[in-house]
């Protein structure tokens, strides 16, 4: 006897809760891309750094090179300006975690990030991992 409330499911439907999975799954994914995208640039930021630093190091030892007897808390960006590669006519500057551009201290060996008020910027926590510092 058919009292026709049987349920028929047709093969080729979803249902609220495989779609429900698939749309959490998908979220997952694209946050977490988010997340390692963000990671990256923020590495990226720590490795130009680096490298302005490691640029500037090797100016401020040239010059140290060619004037032995100046002190290196005597130095200054005039000084170092034509000893940095490729005929730069400004001291390099770098950018912030939040994209504002610091200045590097040269007054000291080896150069460090001005953080503001004296304060040495290295978001990174450590000073010998060549992100935002000379490292070792």
Do not use: H
Not at 10 to 18: C, N, Q, V
Not at 66 to 87: E, F, G, R
Not at 115 to 123: A, E, I, K, L
């Amino acid at each position: 006897m058919n009292t026709g409330c049987s349920k028929i499911r047709r093969p080729g439907a979803f249902t609220l809760l495989e779609m429900t999975i698939v749309i959490m799954v998908l979220l997952a994914l694209i946050s977490t891309g988010l997340f390692v995208n963000n990671k990256m640039d923020e590495w990226k930021l720590g490795k130009q750094a680096g490298e302005t630093l490691r640029t500037v190091y090797a100016a401020q030892r040239m010059y140290l090179a060619d004037n032995p007897t100046a002190a290196v808390s005597s130095i200054t960006n005039a000084k170092i300006i034509p000893y940095l590669p490729n005929q730069a006519t400004t001291m390099p500057k770098v950018t912030s975690l939040v994209g504002t551009q610091l200045n590097i201290l040269v007054n000291v060996s080896p150069p460090v990030i001005n953080g503001g008020s004296g304060v040495t910027y290295d978001p990174s926590g450590s000073s010998n991992d060549s992100l935002w510092d000379v490292g070792e």
